[in-house]
Structure formats: C-alpha cells, structure tokens
C-alpha cells in the first residue's frame, strides 16, 4: 500500500481539503475556537472538524451556516469560479459562475437547480445580504420561511436573505435558474 502524504488524508478530495484548511485560516484568524464556531454555526464540532480536515462534504447549508458565522460570502472558501466542486444541498445544487467586487459588496453569481419532491431550508446569511433568482425552467417557491415567494420561467425574486429562507420546485419540473447573492460590505 503506497504511503498517504502527511498534507492530505487518505481517501480525500483535494477541493475539500483546500475548503477545510480555508475555513480553519479563516476561524483561526478571527480568534474563534473549533467549538465556540461550531455552536454558533449550529452543527456539530465533529462535523467542523471534519469539513475542516477534509474528510467531510460538506452541505451547502452548513457551509452557509458556518461563513454566516465567520462573516464572509461562501466564495471565501470555494475554489475560483468553474474550477470549484457543485455544492449541493437538500433540495439545491449549484455552481459558482463568477464573483464580482465593487467598493460597497462582494456578488457571487451561481448556476442553479432546484430538485423537485424536496425543500431546502437555508440558514440566515449575515446582515443585510440580498438574494436574487431569475428563474430559467420549472417553477420556483423561493424566499424567506414566513413569507416566500414563487416564479416561474422568465420570472425574477428577491429578497433579504438575513432570516432563514426556504428553496423549493413547484410542481415535477426541476427549475433552472441563476442566484446572484449580494453581500454588503460594513
């Protein structure tokens, strides 16, 4: 059996390994321990650890979850658009496009597809963050829990994604659509 490099663990991906050693610099830096982030992410200190390592995959969600907490757009830990894995979630799978910066926010823009028969309740982003989803195919109900919104094809939502928000097909069609997320620079 061949000798595993010290650097990589055996049996992992070297994309997730490079979004582990992401998040742990990132947590490191703001002077947040393994715990402490964990709980305020709400997952599970081994499920950090893990993702942090590199042998874990993550979710979308907890990814959301965890960046929320460390106060940085989910591009902070992804590879450069189009050479990064899909992210995927319950119901959500997506493919970072490209990311744009200008004085006041950062914008991530994703491809997306949301899977009918299932929902995907996403954690709150950090303050003030927008959402903007133009649907492309099927039907989307989309927003936040208490009040979302629905588009069908050539239709356009937004919302404050500051609240968790639910993604969700209406009907057998999986929508296609492209999420633009704006985070506000404070």
Do not use: C
Request: no cysteine; charged share 20%; net charge negative.
């Amino acid at each position: 059996m061949p000798p595993t490099s010290p650097a990589q663990p055996p049996h992992t991906d070297p994309e997730l390994v490079a979004v582990g050693r992401r998040l742990r610099v990132l947590r490191e830096e703001r002077g947040i321990s393994l715990s402490t982030l964990a709980r305020l992410a709400g997952v599970g200190k081994a499920t950090l650890s893990g993702l942090e390592h590199g042998t874990r995959n993550p979710t979308l969600e907890t990814l959301y979850a965890i960046t929320a907490q460390l106060g940085v757009p989910l591009t902070a830990v992804l590879s450069g658009p189009g050479t990064g894995p899909t992210i995927r979630g319950a119901a959500v799978s997506g493919i970072l496009l490209e990311v744009f910066e200008d004085a006041d926010a950062t914008y991530e823009l994703y491809r997306m597809l949301v899977s009918p028969g299932r929902e995907q309740l996403s954690p709150a982003h950090q303050r003030g963050v927008t959402e903007h989803v133009t649907v492309f195919a099927g039907v989307l109900r989309a927003g936040p829990v208490d009040a979302p919104l629905i588009a069908a094809a050539g239709g356009h939502l937004r919302w404050t994604s500051d609240v968790p928000h639910v993604y969700a097909a209406v009907g057998d069609e999986e929508v296609a659509a492209s999420l633009l997320l704006r985070y506000p620079r404070h």
